[in-house]
């Protein structure tokens, strides 16, 4: 059977890709304006079609003819947050025009109609504006005939070694069965122990800060590391970032799963017992965020990566700095996995309703049709 045809909108470095290729869908085309991302996204997803760019200016006929009209069952977006992001000191939303670009997506729903739409964005969203943006999410997609699902995942209850809080838009046409999915890992029957930091890197190399290492010193020690490292015979983005000696003497000094300075108590030094909080996209000066756990450093793109869940086969184009935005704004592969098996086993049994020909003679109001843009 042919695979699941898939969009990738905000694409970022490919996490939502990543994950829903290892579940039988087929990413044919993306979009993002970052130029670090596209250039990751491209190395590790030759055969999709990347469209860099200012998704405003990218015309929904230029990705038809890119994709040879191939059948589409699913377009995600991984819509830009800062708009809606805790961090950001601009609390008027309303002002910040990256809290509209969920439109764009919309956009390329109205154009393709596929069966299923998901959209995720920080947790933070579903509480702006007193919800006014959560509303207006959902409000789009039912126009389109779609019926909407929104809730709060945490990629820790899905195999990733970190507490990552996420709001996922899950829409479907009518019919097309949607259940969200179980927890995986987590305290309770049934459930498999949250992975760790040191789950996740313990294998790796140690490194001086500064220092690289090219090639594995010993085998994986966790299943999780099996399962990431797979096949994988080259290590690569494995990179310490350099410090000053009283940044080293700072971190050693530090006990791990507490913060590294004073002022900034979420600037911590992992715990190897513990899943990793949030990563984030960068940090202040010295240019890192949290601390390894057992060696005198910040964390390289490569550790960074198997907390996000990607295979130790990704490569992050850019070098350190540009790495840390990729990692830090990236969806988790095996969290967009989990989603994905969903909407698989939904598409393999069909809608069970009303059909497609009979939802799109019900009425519904296009949203963009007098905006689309010219090629």
């Known amino acids: 059977m042919d695979r699941w045809g898939h969009i990738d909108l905000f694409c970022g470095p490919g996490g939502f890709s990543t994950g829903l290729e290892a579940v039988g869908f087929e990413t044919l085309a993306a979009i993002d304006f970052h130029i ?18 200012d998704i405003r200016e990218v015309s929904t006929e230029r990705v038809r ?12 977006a991984g819509v830009p947050c800062e708009g809606f992001s805790m961090s950001n000191r601009n609390r008027n939303k309303f002002l910040d025009e990256r809290s509209f670009l969920f439109l764009e997506f919309l956009r390329f729903v109205e154009a393709f109609m596929p069966p299923y739409i998901v959209l995720e964005n920080v947790s933070a969203l579903t509480r702006s504006a007193k919800g006014f943006w959560a509303a207006a999410i959902s409000e789009g997609m039912e126009r389109l005939g779609y019926r909407v699902r929104m809730r709060v995942l945490d990629a820790l209850n899905y195999g990733v070694p970190q507490r990552r809080r996420r709001v996922f838009f899950v829409g479907s046409l009518a019919g097309w069965p949607w259940q969200w999915p179980l927890p995986t890992h987590g305290e309770g ?25 090219h090639e594995y010193t010993g ?30 003497e700072k971190i050693a000094r530090t006990s791990p ?11 911590i030094r992992l715990h190897p017992n513990r899943p990793s909080p949030t990563l984030v996209s960068g940090g202040i000066r010295p240019q890192f965020h949290y601390g390894h ?8 793109i490569r550790e960074r990566a198997r907390i996000q869940s990607f295979p130790d086969t990704y490569y992050f184009e ?15 592969p095996r969290l967009a996995a989990a989603i994905g098996r969903e909407i698989s086993r939904g598409l393999s049994l069909g809608p069970t309703e009303e059909t497609n020909d009979e939802l799109v003679t019900a009425g519904i109001v296009p949203l963009f049709t007098e905006f689309e843009r010219a090629e």
Not at 39 to 52: D, E, G, K
Not at 65 to 75: H, N, Q, T, V
Request: proline share 13%.
């Open 257 to 267: 799963g507490e913060p590294m300075y004073p002022r900034f108590k979420q600037r």
């Open 293 to 300: 756990p057992t060696q005198a450093r910040g964390m390289t």
């Open 318 to 332: 850019g070098g350190i700095v540009q790495g840390r935005v990729q990692t830090g704004d990236a969806v988790p």
């Open 65 to 76: 003819a890119a994709m040879l009209d191939r059948s589409i069952e699913l377009i995600t």
């Open 189 to 213: 029957p049934g459930l498999l122990p949250v992975v760790t930091v040191a789950d996740a890197i313990g294998d790796l190399p140690p490194l001086g800060a500064g220092e690289d290492a």
């Open 219 to 248: 085998p994986p020690h966790s299943v999780y590391a099996i399962e990431i490292r797979g096949e994988c015979s080259t290590l690569t983005n494995h990179h310490a970032p350099f410090h000053p000696p009283a940044t080293v």
């Open 36 to 53: 670090p991302s596209a250039a990751t996204f491209s190395r590790n997803h030759p055969s999709a079609v990347m469209i860099r760019g």
